[in-house]
């Protein structure tokens, strides 16, 4: 009984979840299809603003999201809804990875819901609609269903692509991806 126990538990943590949204759901799926050329398609830029802090995100499919004004080696980019799980066992989880690769790393979250603002001391953006379409385009270049599994963690170096995780995971596994993409 406690093994099946423990399994149950490592089945759920180590699991996406999904969005509860039918409605956006759909509408991933008919945007995501329209506008699809055989040539690469141009950038889109998007515009986070959330207290003192500005980003602009150039989200360049198949595989580059820049972040204007990042000095960072690397950075991650956390999809993420307020009311998952998953989602709020990774957050304090990243924090302890902020401060251990702060001078590296820079973390930023988008939240795709407006159930609640999760407020943590890396950057969050709250603009719903913006973030959704940030997702969109996030979701295509990792080739991740139209059902937005979440959590998703984007690794990049330079603007690149390096790795994205579908689903909560060991903090563990995440630092050695960091390390490994820092040359550590």
Request: hydrophobic share 35%; with cysteine.
């Amino acid at each position: 009984m406690r093994k099946l126990s423990i399994f149950i538990f490592i089945l759920i943590f180590f699991t996406a979840c999904e969005q509860r949204n039918a409605s956006a759901q759909s509408s991933f799926s008919n945007r995501s299809s329209q506008g699809e050329s055989s040539s690469s398609p141009s950038p889109t830029i998007f515009r986070l603003e959330e207290a003192n802090q500005t980003r602009t995100v150039k989200c360049s499919p198949p595989d580059r999201v820049e972040i204007d004004g990042s000095t960072k080696e690397l950075t991650l980019i956390m999809l993420f809804t307020s009311w998952c799980p998953s989602c709020k066992a990774e957050i304090p989880e990243l924090e302890k990875l902020q401060k251990e690769f702060g001078e590296k790393l820079e973390i930023i979250g988008i939240q795709l819901d407006d159930e609640k603002r999760v407020e943590t001391s890396f950057f969050i953006s709250h603009n719903y609609q913006t973030n959704r379409e940030i997702a969109r385009c996030i979701y295509q270049m990792v080739h991740a269903p139209a059902s937005q599994p979440i959590p998703l963690l984007l690794l990049l170096k330079g603007g690149k692509y390096v790795i994205h995780y579908i689903g909560a995971l060991p903090i563990e596994m995440l630092e050695i991806d960091i390390k490994r993409a820092l040359g550590e």
